[in-house]
Each structure stands twice: as structure tokens, then as C-alpha cells.
């Protein structure tokens, strides 16, 4: 993996890694943004407290349980049990937060758009340029928040803005797959960061990168990859999924490797956009439930 600090050539980006598909860590790309600066729990218990969230609970055997909640109920929990954290409590014995996890966020709160005015939309292809903001996920939630070994389920590239809080990202290539106790489309049972080469001996020889994504970095991870995430402070970020003509055309060799249908349909929207040309405004309503998809 490649480290450069604070910025990067838009047109590079797009040949050098996105069309190269190797992974990129800017440092500081952010840094001076207002949502690095003031994003935080203060911050959105202020202005959206009284706003009703859904948030996510990942539970082992990899179900996922969807919750309600006031968004300023929920900062309260996140506080406390950073507090309590903080104090040297277990982890285990204090009350875990749930996941505000895959949230559009500059739709459900357009002002916020303002805080980030300075990211480069020609980082993406032109398709997305224009209403960039549209295919944001956000994510906030409590430090020890792991996110298991999987790729992005679209096959998607994949930018990530970090914007309060550390993360450590292990990532492993494509080609690991088979060697990583896949269990379902788009997840994997070892741990990078503890493997069991007993259960998973395949695993042995493999070589994953580890990056710790700091508070106004930005990470590309190409289409495919393996990632596992894990937060070591509680964490703001939010990312950008896009494909290009050439990765969604290639996501459909994976239509009988158990690529839920779901996935085929809204991969097909994007090759309406990226490879027929027809127009972004048109086709953003049907693959907007995506940006909320669970799987």
C-alpha cells in the first residue's frame, strides 16, 4: 500500500489506483475540513438530537438486528460507555452501543453537506461527480466496534473519509479468498488479527496490510478486497462506494458465486449509468434503497 500526505492529483488517483487497483492511505486529506474539526457527539446531539435513527446490533453467526432510537438517546450511550472504558471498566462489562452504521447522511441531514465542501468529486468517475454527496455511507459508533473480515458486496471501490477517531484496516487481496473461510456472498470467518491456522491452515503464507486510518485520512480500497475493521476510539467516517465501467462489468462473473439478487439488480442500475450512458438523475431512485441495503 501506497502512503502520500494531504492530497493527490485527481487524474493520477484515477489511473495510478483506481484503474491500477491498488489500495491508497492519504494522510491529513481532510484534515482541515469543519467535519474534522466539529463533527462529534456534541455536535449532532446539539442540532439533531430529537431525530429518530436506526442503528444495527451485529450479533455472532452474523445476524444483524436493526433498532430505533433517539439520536440523542443514542449519544448518550456512547458517552457513557466511553466513559466507562475510560475508567478502566471491561469492555464486557459495560453497555455496548449499537452501530450507526450505512446512513445516508447528507440526505437525512443536507446542512451537514457544508462541513466537507472540500473534497474533490473528480476523484470519482463523471457519473458520480455531480451529486456525489447522494452515495454517501456514514458510520459512527463506540470504540472496540469490529467489523468481521468481508469485501464490499457490490464489488464496488471503495473511498473511506475518517473523520473523528482511529481505525485499524487489515486488508488482504482478492485472490485470498478461498484461503479465508468464506461463509457467505461476502464474508469471511478468520481473523486477521488472531488467525487460527488449525481451523484455517490455507491462511498460512498469506501477507495482509494493516493501516491506522487517523482523523482526516483517506483510504482506496479496490474492488474486491478483503477488509477488516477495527475502531480503537469511537469513530466518525463515512465513504463513497462507486464502481467504474470496468468493475461493474466485472461483477457479474460473480452471478453464480452466490451474488444475491439483490446485488445483480442494483449492479445492473450502475451499468445502466456507467456502460449505457443513461442519465444519473433518472436511475438514483432505484438504487438509493442500496445505500441502506443490509446483507
Known sequence: METRYFAIDSSSFRT????????LHIKGYGSQWNASKLWGA????????ESSIQTKRFERGGNIILERERLGDYLDGLD??????????????????????????????????????SFDPELLPGYYRKNWHQYVQFFMGPSGSVTKLHFDTLRTH???????????????PPASHE???????????????QPDLHRFPDYEGLKPITVIVEPGDLLYVPPGTLHHVR?????????IDFHTPHSVLSSFRFAHKGMPREVLYFNFISLLGLVLKLPERALFRFY????????
Not at 475508567?87 to 466537507?116: M, N, T
Not at 484461503?179 to 488479527?193: I, Y
Open 158 to 172: 471503495n473511498l473511506t473519509l475518517q473523520i473523528q477517531g482511529r481505525k485499524v484496516w487489515t486488508l488482504l
Open 42 to 49: 456534541d455536535y449532532f446531539r446539539q442540532r439533531f438530537g
Open 231 to 239: 475502531s480503537l476510539d469511537a469513530c466518525i467516517s463515512f465513504n
Open 80 to 117: 457513557r460507555f466511553e466513559r466507562e472504558r475510560s475508567s478502566g471498566r471491561r469492555p464486557d462489562q459495560c453497555e455496548r452501543p449499537a452501530y450507526w452504521h450505512d446512513v445516508p447522511i447528507f440526505q437525512i441531514f443536507p446542512e451537514l453537506l457544508k462541513d466537507v465542501q
Open 288 to 295: 438509493k434503497p442500496y445505500l441502506n441495503y443490509v446483507s
Open 179 to 193: 484461503k479465508c473461510g468464506r461463509t457467505r456472498w461476502r464474508w469471511f470467518d478468520v481473523d486477521p488479527e
Open 16 to 23: 495510478d489506483f483506481v484503474g491500477a487497483r491498488l489500495p
